[in-house]
């Protein structure tokens, strides 16, 4: 017998989820990379890498820990805490000086990351492949 995992396709709401949290990952990187040919200020670009790699990380523990709807959203949280502040302390440690402004930059990344975690949570696949 075959030890291969079942296949199902994902339907169009699932896709669709997957393609907006794909679309709300790449916004920081948009805007950096709008900031950075306009005012050759290359520091956001420097925080929008530091959050997705924040971000990436609460997403490799939130899924190893459950799938559970409620257990998405307080991983989304602790997901946009976690994001701001690594964003906001790569400003600082680049001369940002406008503490107002960098927060409003950090949480706006933050918020993106989370969000495209929330959608991406929601597209995956609520099944388990059936083992022999």
């Known amino acids: 017998m075959s030890t291969r995992p079942v296949v199902v396709n994902r ?3 699932q896709h669709a989820l997957r393609i907006l949290a794909i679309v ?3 916004i920081p990187f948009a805007f950096a990379l709008i900031r950075a040919a306009t005012a050759r200020d290359f ?3 420097w925080m929008a890498i530091a959050s997705f790699l924040g ?4 997403t490799a523990v939130a899924r190893a820990r ?3 709807p409620g257990a998405v959203f307080a991983f989304a949280i602790v997901d946009f805490v976690v994001v701001a502040v690594i964003a906001r302390s790569i400003a600082y ?3 940002a000086t406008a503490t107002a402004a960098t ?3 950090a949480s706006a990344f933050a918020l993106c990351w989370a969000v ?11 099944h388990k492949a059936i083992q022999p």
């Open 11 to 13: 339907s169009g709401r």
């Open 24 to 26: 709300f990952g790449a």
């Open 43 to 45: 520091r956001y670009l």
């Open 55 to 58: 971000a990436s990380v609460v």
């Open 66 to 68: 459950t799938r559970k």
């Open 93 to 95: 440690l680049l001369g």
């Open 103 to 105: 927060w409003l930059v």
């Open 116 to 126: 495209s975690y929330i959608l991406g949570a929601f597209s995956a696949e609520r």
